[in-house]
Structure formats: C-alpha cells, structure tokens
C-alpha cells in the first residue's frame, strides 16, 4: 500500500509550502520510497486523520499513523533502507545544531514575513482561522508583524553565518545532502512556493546551496509548484 503523507495546502491546492511538511517529503525521498501526498486546508480537522494532532505533516503507512517531522524522520531511519538520513552520531549533533540555530537566528525573522504572505495565498475558508491562531502567537496583527523593522537585515546576518559551512562544503552534510539539509532547505522552500517577492539578500554560497538542494531527487522541490 502506498505510503501517504497529509500535506497542507494553500487556496490552490497544489500549492503545498509547509515547511515541515517538506522536512517528510526530503526524508521519504532520501529513502527512495515512493509516497502520494494528500492536500489538507488549516481550519477544518475532520479531514485530518488524526483529529488529536492537527498539525500536519502526518504519515500513513498501512496501520501505522506518525505524526511529526521528527517522528517521520525517525520511523523513515529505522523502517526503510537506503542511504541515512544522518551517518553519524556526529552529524546528528551538528542538525541538532543547525535546528536550534534556525529557530532562534530565522524563524523568528522568516515567520512575521511569512505569516502574512501565507494569509494571502490561503484559501477564503482557511483565513480567519490563520489569522486568530497566528496572531495569537505574534502577539499583534499580521500586518504590524510584517511591518517589524529590520527583518531583511536580520535575515542577512543569519544568511552570512549560514554561508560558512557552504564555502567549503557542497551541503551541509558534507559530500551529500541529510536531515540538516532538508530541515534547513524547507525554511527556504515555505518562502519560494509562498512568493515570488524577493524580501532578502542571499549571499552566492547559500544562494548555490539552494540551486544543488533544488535539483536533488530530479528537480522535485524545484517542480513543486509556487504561488503565481
Ligand atoms: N512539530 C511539528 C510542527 C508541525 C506544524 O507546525 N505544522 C503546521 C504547518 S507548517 C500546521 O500543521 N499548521 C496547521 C495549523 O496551524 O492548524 C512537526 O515538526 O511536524
């Protein structure tokens, strides 16, 4: 049975940003296992199929239910073959490194950015609902978050640090792509698919970073579809 992966959509709703749901896409496509996504909108849980966890990504493989990007990863290591999504002990610490770095020197920055892109491009159904739950988190409108001084310069500095490793490397990862790869990469992909604005600089290394990330697994974050 073909493993299904409940994926959030935008009005469109082939539109599909969600940057932890791009977390399980990269890991099932690392492990080569073929899957079909299943579009969900925000607001309305019943078509989630676990109504207690109304977050997406979720997972359906058979009888199993795995909700969470990092409960994704983890049963993807450990029930499909294939190339690890981490090698190393080591190079899992270093994701670890990379999630906490990008929580707290891009998300803060990225998400009053996106917040009010994504209100834009979601579904009628689906707006009142973002704007409640996303305000409720900024602590003021969309708007006024959005309108925050010095997001793009933050963005930039974060961006410079990020380069470093890509200097030298051709991922994060090393020679290939892991989870530090697709756990960063979809940060920039919720942007890509969420707007065709350019709201940054982004320095060459990283800039180049994103080029090799989208032509991974025969273009397929490159191929997913954006909004117009
Ligand atoms: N810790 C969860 C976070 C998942 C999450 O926040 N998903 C968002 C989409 S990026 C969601 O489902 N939002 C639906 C909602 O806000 O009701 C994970 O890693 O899977």
């Given at each position: 049975m073909t493993i299904k992966l409940y994926d959030l959509a935008l009005s469109d709703p082939d539109v599909r940003p969600s940057p932890f749901c791009w977390r399980a896409k990269f890991a099932?496509?690392?492990k080569g296992v073929p899957f079909e996504t299943v579009p969900v909108p925000?607001?309305?849980?019943?078509?989630?199929?676990?109504?207690?966890?109304?977050?997406?990504?979720?997972?359906?493989?058979?009888?199993?239910?795995?909700?969470?990007?990092?409960?994704?990863?983890?049963?993807?290591?450990?029930?499909?073959?294939?190339?690890?999504?981490?090698?190393?002990?080591?190079?899992?610490?270093?994701?670890?490194?990379?999630?906490?770095?990008?929580?707290?020197?891009?998300?803060?920055?990225?998400?009053?950015?996106?917040?009010?892109?994504?209100?834009?491009?979601?579904?009628?159904?689906?707006?009142?609902?973002?704007?409640?739950?996303?305000e409720q988190r900024l602590g003021k409108t969309l708007e006024e978050a959005a309108a925050t001084p010095g997001l793009s310069e933050r963005?930039?500095?974060?961006?410079?640090?990020?380069?470093?490793?890509?200097?030298?490397?051709?991922?994060?990862?090393?020679?290939?792509?892991?989870?530090?790869?697709?756990?960063?990469?979809?940060?920039?992909?919720?942007?890509?698919l969420t707007t065709q604005e350019e709201l940054f600089e982004t320095p060459q290394a990283v800039a180049a970073w994103q080029e090799r990330m989208l032509d991974l697994f025969d273009g397929y974050a490159r191929n997913a579809k954006r909004v117009s």
């Open positions: 099932l496509l690392h925000f607001a309305d849980k019943e078509q989630y199929p676990n109504k207690d966890h109304g977050l997406v990504p979720i997972l359906i493989d058979g009888d199993e239910i795995i909700c969470d990007s990092e409960n994704i990863y983890a049963y993807a290591e450990q029930k499909f073959e294939g190339t690890p999504l981490v090698q190393s002990s080591g190079e899992r610490a270093a994701c670890d490194f990379y999630n906490a770095w990008a929580a707290s020197n891009l998300f803060p920055y990225f998400a009053p950015m996106m917040f009010v892109r994504v209100h834009a491009a979601a579904h009628e159904d689906d707006k009142a609902y973002f704007r409640k739950t996303r963005i930039e500095e974060a961006l410079q640090t990020l380069a470093a490793p890509m200097v030298r490397h051709k991922f994060l990862g090393g020679e290939s792509a892991n989870m530090a790869d697709y756990n960063m990469f979809s940060i920039f992909q919720w942007l890509r």
